[in-house]
């Protein structure tokens, strides 16, 4: 297991809503990044936070946003749900500065209705 | 077109065979690179860095062309359990971060 943990696992939401994703990264991460896998599809970067800032975003709109707390540990928040954002978030912690690959939590699986 | 494109797959092989995974990627200025391995329902795991120089884990063995911008992946002596898909990743620097995917291949590997 790499220690990565999100919850929750699965939601289900109606278009229009938002919806808030959390991911506790690695011990001795700093790093920790998004992303959105649809289905059949390899993950899209959505954006990264290191050390509680934005640093690097991909192709998504603005209703998609984040947080890093102190702690390391990260929100993903999406405002004004659509039924294409259905998917699964991952999210992976790595450290910064140094060697290691990124390293992801289960993800969680969002359903749009 | 993707920056990071695979074969298409999926790969439907018998235990015991020699499978070749093939990834060609764009941007030139990748700097790492890396095969991830992802189970049904579940999160990719990394499987194994790639290097210029070429690697070897076990049955399996990545290779990097930088002047071609082409990465593979060989599978030896495949075994049931090898049955996943198997994502090729590229990223812009020196440190793993900013990962860009490739839609992946899927592997079934037949008794």
């Known amino acids: 297991e790499t220690g990565v943990t999100q919850s929750p696992t699965h939601l289900i939401k109606t278009r229009g809503q938002q919806v808030t994703l959390r991911c506790s990264s690695q011990s001795g991460h700093n790093t920790v990044s998004w992303y959105q896998q649809a289905l059949g599809q390899g993950p899209q970067f959505i954006f990264q936070?290191?050390?509680?800032?934005?640093?690097g975003r991909g192709n998504f709109p603005p209703r998609f946003s984040g947080l890093q707390f102190p702690n390391y540990s990260s929100e993903l928040n999406v405002n004004a749900l659509e039924l294409d954002d259905s998917a699964l978030y991952l999210c992976?912690?790595?450290?910064?500065?140094?060697?290691?690959?990124?390293?992801f939590g289960p993800g969680t699986r969002l359903l749009v209705l | 077109r993707k920056e990071v494109e695979q074969d298409p797959g999926p790969f439907n092989v018998p235990e015991g065979a020699t499978v070749a995974f093939n990834c060609t990627y764009s941007n030139s200025a990748s700097q790492s690179f890396f095969w991830y391995r992802q189970d049904c329902r579940k999160e990719p795991k990394l499987l194994m860095s790639v290097y210029s120089s070429g690697n070897e884990d076990g049955r399996f063995t990545a290779q990097l062309n930088r002047a071609s911008q082409y990465i593979s992946l060989l599978i030896r002596d495949s075994k049931l359990s090898d049955s996943a898909t198997y994502l090729c990743?590229?990223?812009?620097?020196?440190?793993?971060?900013?990962?860009?995917f490739g839609p992946g291949t899927r592997l079934s590997v037949l008794p």
């Open positions: 990743v590229v990223s812009r620097d020196n440190y793993g971060q900013n990962f860009v």
């Open positions: 936070y290191y050390r509680e800032e934005e640093n």
């Open positions: 992976a912690s790595s450290s910064r500065g140094g060697a290691e690959t990124q390293y």
